[in-house]
């Protein structure tokens, strides 16, 4: 099984289905998204990262954030572009960073990291401290509860997706011990499930 294929090749297959999922709040983010962009710096440099179809860049941009969303998947990315014209798109992994240090005023990470083979998210989570500028945040969605597998039929639309989580606490101890201080962590509960979203700053 390779992980990383699963996931570009499933989002490519669905990115459009993907988007229109997102339009009509399959997935309800508004409250903390509202939250996130109350702790940032007016005009202030956000990475997107697992961006998608570009939906989350699409509301920061008209914010007047200036937004920069990687994604592995090039068919999500293409529809980014259009979703968000005012925003920069680039194909990137999220465990190799090709960013600066201190690049950013926020990271968020919508649905993402849940993609990416659990060993790596301290690594992802040390990555996004150091583009991070100080005080900088992070919003973020990690697992629940603890979970590793496939999906045959994600979304109903017979594409394969891998997921790959940690629990709630081992998620918050990751997050300290990089050296994030969690401003709130709560449970979001979707209609595909309950996942941990957490607000944090780096030390």
């Given at each position: 099984?390779?992980?990383?294929?699963?996931?570009?090749?499933?989002?490519?297959?669905?990115?459009?289905?993907?988007?229109?999922?997102?339009?009509r709040?399959?997935?309800?983010?508004?409250?903390?998204l509202?939250?996130?962009?109350?702790?940032?710096?007016?005009?202030?440099?956000?990475?997107?990262?697992?961006?998608?179809?570009?939906?989350?860049?699409?509301?920061?941009?008209?914010?007047?954030?200036?937004?920069?969303?990687?994604?592995?998947?090039?068919?999500?990315?293409?529809?980014?572009?259009?979703?968000?014209?005012?925003?920069?798109?680039i194909?990137?992994d999220?465990?190799?960073?090709?960013?600066?240090?201190r690049?950013?005023?926020?990271v968020?990470?919508?649905?993402?990291?849940?993609?990416?083979?659990?060993?790596?998210?301290?690594?992802?989570?040390?990555?996004?401290?150091?583009?991070?500028k100080?005080?900088?945040?992070?919003?973020?969605?990690?697992?629940?509860?603890?979970?590793?597998?496939?999906?045959?039929?994600?979304?109903?639309?017979?594409?394969?997706?891998?997921?790959?989580?940690?629990?709630?606490?081992?998620?918050?101890?990751?997050?300290?011990?990089?050296?994030?201080?969690?401003?709130?962590?709560?449970?979001?509960?979707?209609?595909?499930g309950?996942?941990?979203?957490?607000?944090?700053?780096?030390?």
């Open positions: 099984m390779n992980p990383d294929r699963i996931v570009e090749s499933g989002y490519d297959k669905i990115y459009a289905l993907y988007h229109a999922r997102r339009v709040r399959f997935w309800s983010i508004g409250q903390d509202g939250d996130f962009a109350k702790l940032l710096p007016k005009g202030g440099a956000v990475l997107d990262a697992g961006c998608g179809s570009g939906y989350i860049a699409s509301i920061l941009e008209r914010r007047g954030f200036e937004v920069t969303g990687i994604d592995v998947s090039r068919k999500m990315l293409g529809l980014a572009r259009k979703n968000a014209s005012k925003s920069r798109f194909r990137m999220m465990r190799r960073l090709e960013f600066p240090r690049s950013f005023d926020g968020i990470c919508l649905y993402s990291i849940i993609h990416i083979p659990r060993r790596f998210h301290r690594r992802v989570l040390r990555g996004f401290w150091r583009i991070l100080p005080g900088g945040v992070l919003a973020i969605h990690m697992g629940w509860t603890g979970y590793v597998g496939v999906e045959e039929n994600y979304l109903g639309s017979r594409a394969t997706m891998y997921w790959s989580m940690f629990g709630k606490e081992t998620n918050l101890a990751m997050l300290r011990e990089v050296g994030f201080d969690a401003i709130s962590s709560k449970p979001s509960i979707q209609k595909d309950t996942h941990l979203f957490v607000l944090a700053r780096k030390q």
